[in-house]
């Protein structure tokens, strides 16, 4: 009986069905099985030979252990992002939306090392020679001894490579555009993508280089095609930003050698990236002091304070049904702080439309965020601008009480530094461990988020603004 040869895979998930259909089992996604030829791969458990397995050596968890050797990019934001630099074999995924600066970050990151000595290697499957050198000379790299090629073939990648000294980075952009002879499909399918990542790790962690691959991202933000590229690399790195702002962020989603919740703080400028070493001052950059709806949220990211504006816009809805809009936040979260503000402070907002924003395409994943959202919300409706030199923390619960959140200090000594004079924080956060560390600003207990509110709104009608018409259910 002939043996089938042609699978059918999931473009999405990389799984293997044996006829065409629809919709795929696995991950429920449509239209996305492609004919693939299934040959090359490893025969049937009966055709392979038996061989007797061999004992292995079994250790225990304790025990001696070198901390992997890191090896610095040259670039900071990305040493802290990758938890201290490169370690030697390591692989790297970097996905981000087309345009958003990933050739852009890597010629830097690669002439960076070639300065210093190392042998880096671009290679680029997505543009000519010409275009690169062209970006390079923009950047003022042209010196900068990166070698380059326009390649997409693997077997002639690692040939290439193979030949000199053993490089100390590896750029392949992008991961979608390789080729290798092991797989009979079409380059950009799930399977030509997985072997060509198998053919390029197997020589990074044999050689010790360091591969940084590059990955597309489709619309719903995922890495295209190869989810299963994921799971081969050491780390996974997003570079995001929105397209009209200058920021860029680089953020770890999965990292076999670092923390995941550092992230490097990058700006688009004529002349490529620059790193942003304080991001908080470029967040509070320009900011719009005095006018309603704005307050200053002292955020963290990773183990880095990060100081940014959250504004909102309450205003009168023409629909049936208001609208809320948020950018950089949790669509969900919004609607809890809406709930409490209306069920415990009396803050009417079903005939008002929400929009909330935090400024410079930050994206905030804290609940530490609340308070700062609640405040920026209510000095809107209100019209009262709230006090420029005061930054707002804390967690709301759905009692309508503020929960202390973590690094309270941490917090308040960035703010200090950025030279703001008053916190807004929960009860007990700025006894944290004792010691009172609160940077030398006037600390402002809110122990419930009704407190909040009767203070804004009573700035509001001093001012002779609308005010917010509170209804206490108490009288
Ligand atoms: P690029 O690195 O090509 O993006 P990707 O590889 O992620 O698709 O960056 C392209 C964008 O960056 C392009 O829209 C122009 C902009 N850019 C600058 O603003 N300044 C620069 O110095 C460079 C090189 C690019
Ligand atoms: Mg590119």
Redesign the pocket.
């Known amino acids: 009986m002939a043996r089938q040869t042609t699978n059918f895979i999931c473009q999405s998930c990389g799984a293997s069905h044996n006829r065409w259909q629809g919709k795929c089992d696995a991950c429920g996604d449509w239209n996305t099985l492609v004919a693939e030829d299934a040959g090359g791969g490893a025969g049937p458990a009966a055709t392979r030979s038996r061989r007797k397995g061999r004992a292995v050596a079994l250790e225990s968890l304790a025990g001696k252990s070198l901390d992997a050797p890191r090896q610095r990019s040259g670039v900071g934001e990305i040493d802290r992002v990758t938890g201290g630099g490169f370690v030697p074999g390591s692989v790297l995924l970097l996905g ?1 939306d ?7 970050l890597l010629i830097q990151v690669a002439a960076a090392l070639a300065r210093a000595g190392r042998r880096a290697v671009y290679i680029t499957g997505e543009e000519a020679v010409a275009q690169v050198r062209l ?1 390079a000379e ?2 003022g790299l042209s010196s900068a001894p990166v070698e380059l090629a326009a390649e997409t073939s693997v077997e002639d990648i690692v040939a290439t490579l193979g030949e000199g000294k053993t490089p100390g980075l590896v750029v392949i952009d992008s991961i979608q555009t390789m080729w290798t002879d092991l797989a009979d499909s079409a380059p950009g399918t799930v399977t030509q993508v997985r072997a060509s990542a198998q053919a390029l790790i197997r020589y990074a962690k044999k050689s010790g280089a360091v591969l940084v691959l590059v990955g597309h991202v489709t619309k719903d933000g995922q890495i295209a095609g190869p989810r299963v590229v994921e799971h081969m690399v050491d780390a996974v790195l997003s570079f995001e930003g929105e397209g009209s702002q200058q920021f860029r962020i680089l953020r770890a989603v999965k990292n076999r050698f670092g923390p995941t919740d550092e992230i490097g703080v990058f700006e ?5 990236l620059r790193e942003v070493a304080n991001p908080s001052e470029l967040f509070l950059s320009k900011r719009d002091l005095g006018s309603p709806g704005t307050a200053v949220f002292a955020g963290l990211e990773g183990t880095r304070p990060v100081l940014v504006e959250i504004q909102a816009l309450v205003a009168p809805t023409a629909l049936g049904t208001p609208r809320r809009a948020v950018v950089g936040w949790d669509a969900s979260r919004l609607a809890m702080v809406l709930a409490v503000l209306e069920a415990h402070c009396g803050v009417k907002l079903s005939g008002h439309d929400v929009y909330l924003n935090v400024a410079g395409g930050l994206r905030i994943a804290e609940p530490a965020a609340d308070l700062a959202a609640a405040a920026a919300l209510v000095s809107s409706l209100a019209g009262a601008p709230l006090p420029a030199e005061a930054v707002y923390f804390g967690e709301i619960s759905l009692s309508g009480a503020v929960r202390p959140v973590a690094q309270a200090p941490a917090r308040l000594k960035e703010a200090a530094k950025l030279g703001f004079t008053r916190a807004y924080l929960p009860e007990f956060a700025q006894g944290e461990g004792g010691a009172r560390a609160d940077g030398g600003l006037t600390l402002r207990p809110v122990p419930a988020l009704i407190q909040l509110v009767t203070d804004i709104a009573a700035r509001g009608r001093g001012r002779g603004g609308e005010g917010v018409r509170l209804k206490r259910q108490d009288g």
């Open positions: 981000g087309p345009g958003i600066g990933k050739s852009t970006r923009r950047l688009m400028t004529g002349a490529g």
